[in-house]
């Protein structure tokens, strides 16, 4: 196809092969040239014109590579978006993009500096629930928004081995990797909050890091909650919200993910779109009227991502993630790393 954005994929573990390849996969305006695999070939069953590569100096001198996915653990992310900026291509980083904002801040400014574009890849914006949860907030039928709720529970009793998620420093466990979601989507709904509360711990039998965290933004009038555990048998509803005239509750969590692991690629009209059974529930009272009614879930879709950093390459569109919302986020979490170590709340 003329006008192609020609792709590298750093990596092709669980990020790669569930979310980044299928999504690039389904997209015409996008080829897959290289993967970064140094042992294996997962890729060719997705890819197999691809070329996979057994070095990252392989992608960064290839001179029709345009695009550099960077999917790699977090620990990675700063050097080597670095070095596919200094290479002069454009990248997309998986969250979060850095673990430090000093590090974000630096290749936002070589990412201009160079005329790059330059996102993160922050999918659970495109969440059937969360976007949801926008048109309700917008919609505000409940009245002036009192306090807002989400959680990001699982139930997980092992402790994986031999995993960089599993153990490691403050910046490994929840906080940054599912911390990093739920703080963003606060971010895009409210902005930056006045203060941060947080507490972690780790509640499994031999973890090394902390798998539970519960945080408390303060804004103006309103509070946003943001808890998860990995110990959660029975989860209560994923959001609530709770305003001066009525609740919505949504129970459930987007399906996009479970799909796509299971190797469905994402295509056709009906891909996001939710069973009755898991639309939100909204109550209110409009003219001393009591009101309870379904909210029908609006279709996550991870694929706009790709069609909106097409524009932006191709067209000087928006981008579909801003950096510079991503160093916001990362502020966020670093509060609450300074929170829960000093055990109070952080004026921002």
Same mark, same amino acid.
């Given at each position: 196809?003329?006008?192609?954005?020609?792709v590298?994929?750093?990596?092709?573990?669980?990020?790669?092969k569930?979310?980044?390849?299928?999504?690039?996969?389904?997209? =015409?305006?996008?080829?897959v040239?290289?993967?970064?695999?140094?042992?294996?070939?997962?890729?060719?069953?997705?890819? =197999?014109?691809?070329?996979?590569? @057994?070095?990252? !100096?392989?992608? +960064?001198?290839?001179?029709?590579?345009? +695009?550099?996915?960077? $999917?790699?653990?977090?620990?990675?992310h700063?050097? /080597? &978006?670095?070095?596919?900026?200094?290479?002069?291509?454009? &990248?997309v980083?998986?969250k979060?993009?850095?673990?430090?904002?000093?590090?974000?801040?630096?290749?936002?400014?070589? %990412?201009?500096?160079?005329?790059?574009?330059?996102? &993160?890849?922050?999918?659970?914006?495109?969440?059937? !629930?969360?976007?949801?949860?926008q048109?309700?907030?917008?919609? %505000?039928?409940?009245?002036?928004?009192v306090?807002?709720?989400?959680?990001?529970d699982?139930?997980?009793?092992?402790?994986? =081995?031999?995993?960089?998620?599993?153990?490691? !420093?403050?910046?490994?466990?929840v906080?940054?990797?599912?911390?990093s979601h /739920?703080?963003?989507?606060?971010?895009?709904?409210?902005?930056? =909050?006045q203060?941060?509360?947080?507490?972690?711990?780790?509640?499994?039998?031999?973890?090394?890091?902390?798998?539970?965290?519960?945080?408390?933004?303060?804004?103006?009038?309103?509070?946003?909650?943001?808890?998860?555990?990995?110990?959660?048998?029975?989860?209560?509803?994923?959001?609530?919200?709770?305003?001066?005239?009525?609740?919505? @509750? @949504?129970?459930?969590?987007d399906?996009?993910?479970?799909?796509? @692991?299971?190797?469905?690629?994402?295509?056709? !009209?009906?891909?996001?779109?939710?069973?009755?059974?898991?639309?939100?529930?909204?109550?209110?009272?409009?003219?001393?009227e009591?009101?309870?009614?379904?909210?029908?879930?609006?279709?996550?879709?991870y694929?706009?991502?790709?069609?909106?950093?097409?524009?932006?390459?191709? $067209? $000087?569109?928006?981008?579909?993630?801003?950096?510079?919302?991503?160093?916001?986020?990362?502020?966020?979490?670093?509060?609450?790393?300074?929170s $829960?170590?000093?055990?109070?709340?952080v004026?921002?």
């Amino acid at each position: 196809m003329k006008n192609q954005v020609t792709v590298a994929l750093a990596s092709f573990g669980m990020s790669g092969k569930v979310f980044h390849g299928p999504l690039l996969k389904v997209n =015409p305006n996008f080829k897959v040239k290289l993967v970064l695999e140094r042992s294996k070939s997962l890729s060719k069953e997705l890819f =197999p014109d691809a070329t996979i590569v @057994k070095s990252y !100096d392989d992608i +960064l001198t290839d001179t029709e590579v345009e +695009l550099v996915v960077v $999917n790699t653990p977090d620990q990675l992310h700063y050097t /080597m &978006v670095k070095q596919a900026l200094e290479a002069g291509k454009h &990248v997309v980083v998986e969250k979060p993009a850095t673990l430090r904002s000093a590090e974000l801040q630096e290749l936002i400014e070589l %990412a201009q500096a160079k005329g790059l574009v330059f996102t &993160v890849f922050q999918n659970r914006r495109w969440d059937g !629930d969360f976007r949801t949860v926008q048109k309700v907030i917008k919609e %505000a039928r409940f009245g002036r928004l009192v306090e807002f709720e989400s959680h990001y529970d699982r139930y997980r009793t092992e402790i994986t =081995p031999d995993t960089w998620k599993e153990e490691g !420093d403050e910046y490994c466990g929840v906080l940054y990797n599912l911390g990093s979601h /739920m703080v963003d989507q606060a971010y895009v709904l409210f902005g930056k =909050p006045q203060a941060v509360t947080a507490h972690l711990k780790t509640v499994r039998t031999g973890g090394k890091v902390a798998d539970y965290y519960e945080i408390r933004l303060d804004y103006e009038g309103f509070s946003a909650l943001l808890k998860c555990s990995y110990l959660v048998m029975d989860p209560g509803p994923r959001y609530t919200l709770n305003g001066e005239y009525g609740t919505f @509750k @949504k129970w459930g969590i987007d399906g996009q993910e479970e799909l796509l @692991k299971a190797e469905n690629l994402p295509k056709g !009209d009906e891909w996001g779109k939710e069973e009755v059974d898991w639309w939100g529930t909204l109550v209110y009272t409009e003219d001393d009227e009591h009101v309870e009614e379904l909210v029908e879930t609006i279709p996550g879709d991870y694929r706009i991502f790709y069609d909106k950093l097409y524009k932006a390459i191709r $067209n $000087n569109k928006a981008l579909p993630v801003d950096p510079a919302e991503a160093l916001e986020v990362l502020k966020i979490l670093e509060a609450c790393l300074l929170s $829960n170590k000093d055990r109070r709340t952080v004026i921002l």
